[in-house]
């Protein structure tokens, strides 16, 4: 550990900065995760595209068909391949609570920077928001490591500005991800933005968010390498840019992505979201793969499609 509980909340205002990515996971043909090419995208990721941290084992990564020790292994392999270059932040999310601290302790024993852990699913609950709080603190008292907070729809609830608000004072609280309308994310910056990072996934809102709401974290989705090549780091660029206060500037440098998010967002079949993103992946020489079943696969129709659209987007390879 790089620092105590008590000096977590610090350490993340410190340190967690800038465009922090979640890691799809490239598969091998048997569906087995190929970790060569997770080690080279993470390499590519982090010395060519400038990323600053990366959420491992997340939804993006597809962590609800993992083994425990796969998932463990994904932390170990980005413990190693970031160090020193960027952060980590580690999805400890599951339905299972002990499964939940049983991957906390080792995210905090082989030196990750931080952990999430996603809101729970919830079963004949009413008193939900004193549920999740509950939630929350027992994990927090299970470990030293920052946690920062994930709520999304998946769970079947959204939490509140009031009650992130109200688990952000406990003190190895140090972020939260947050997908939720705009109107609700800006509540909570108002209500905790001095306890709490506050951030969320979408690319598109990235730059008002700087400008409006003083973010200085973005957490986290694949944009970063999607949107991105070793030629080509707009995101990168706008950022630094908004983060400078050259606020034109930046603005010209983020809209000019607008056919690569258009390419990008118009030719995702529903429902294969990670199957599209490691084809686009593959097209810019990233390792993608197949997803794990019972995920659905892209026709070659979709494929073709894809690529037509890549070429077309106007991204320097």
């Known amino acids: 550990m790089k620092y105590s509980r008590l000096d977590a909340k610090d350490y993340a205002r410190e340190n967690m900065r800038g465009i922090w990515a979640a890691a799809l996971n490239p598969m091998r043909e048997d569906f087995s995760i190929d970790e060569e090419g997770l080690r080279r ?3 590519h990721w982090t010395d060519d595209l400038g990323i600053a941290g990366l959420f491992i084992a997340g939804k993006q990564g597809e ?3 993992m083994s425990v020790e796969e998932r463990k292994r994904n932390f170990e392999i980005a413990v190693e391949e970031t160090e020193g270059r960027a952060g980590t932040i580690m ?4 339905q299972n609570f002990d499964t939940v601290i049983d991957l906390a302790k080792h995210a905090e024993a082989i030196g990750a920077d931080y952990i999430v852990v996603h809101a729970p699913i ?3 609950v009413t008193d939900r928001d004193d549920t999740v709080f509950e939630y929350y603190r027992t994990v927090c008292e299970q470990v030293d490591i920052g946690i920062a907070m994930w709520s999304h729809p998946d769970s079947g609830y959204l939490m509140s500005p009031e009650l992130c608000a109200r688990v952000a004072e406990l003190p190895n609280i140090v972020a939260i991800k947050y997908s939720v309308p705009r109107e609700m994310y800006a509540e909570l910056s108002r209500l905790a933005g001095d306890k709490l990072l506050v951030s969320t996934a979408s690319e598109e809102e990235w730059f008002d968010n700087i400008v409006e709401l003083g973010w200085r974290l973005y957490l986290c989705s694949s944009p970063p390498y999607l949107l991105q090549t070793r030629n ?3 995101m990168n660029e706008y950022t630094e840019l908004a983060f400078a206060g050259e606020i034109e500037k930046a ?3 983020r809209d000019s992505l607008d056919p ?3 390419a990008l967002r118009e030719m995702r079949p529903g429902g294969k979201p990670q ?6 992946q593959e097209l810019l020489g990233q390792a993608g793969g197949p997803v794990r079943p019972p995920m659905l696969q892209l026709t070659a129709e979709e494929k073709a499609r894809t690529k037509a659209a890549f070429e077309s987007c106007g991204l320097t390879l």
């Open 275 to 280: 199957a599209h993103q490691k084809y686009w």
């Open 260 to 262: 690569v998010r258009k």
């Open 41 to 43: 995208n993470i390499r």
């Open 232 to 234: 080509d780091r707009r």
């Open 91 to 94: 999805s400890c999310s599951d």
């Open 251 to 253: 603005r010209a440098v």
């Open 122 to 124: 919830l079963h004949f």
């Open 63 to 65: 962590f609800f068909s």
